[in-house]
């Protein structure tokens, strides 16, 4: 069974910094492509970044040069570093797996296939 925790949302202003985490449980983590996705209320969700087990990366236009996802494969731990918030940032945050190894997904083609629970990030203006 793979489980999927996040941590690391919260309260910052606009123009601040937060990292959010996900750690994963599992032996899929390190050969398995994974992803953050957010949802705002009343908007639909949508995928932020991706990344392939062997790093290669994703981004929505919306956080290009703002937002890092990396991996840490050792410490099954995804990670989210978001740099330069905006008010319209603020969302619950989550992080997903696909079931399928060694894929390379792009972000339209990746498919979030276990997820968790979700870490809230608001940005005040």
């Known amino acids: 069974q793979v489980q999927l925790v996040e941590s690391g949302g919260g309260l910052v202003q606009a123009g601040g910094s937060l990292r959010l985490s996900c750690a994963a449980s599992?032996?899929?983590?390190?050969?398995?492509?994974m992803g953050w996705y957010r949802q705002a209320p009343g908007k639909e969700r949508e995928v932020v970044a991706v990344i392939s087990a062997g790093s290669r990366t994703h981004y929505a236009d919306s956080v290009k040069g703002r937002f890092t996802i990396s991996r840490d494969n050792a410490k099954n731990t995804l990670y989210l570093q978001m740099n330069s918030l905006k008010p319209e940032d603020t969302a619950m945050y989550y992080c997903?797996?696909?079931?399928?190894?060694?894929?390379?997904?792009?972000?339209?083609?990746?498919?979030?296939?276990?997820w968790g629970q979700g870490t809230q990030v608001t940005v005040s203006s």
């Open positions: 997903a797996a696909n079931r399928n190894p060694f894929t390379i997904p792009t972000l339209t083609s990746f498919k979030g296939d276990y």
């Open positions: 599992g032996r899929l983590f390190s050969t398995n492509a």
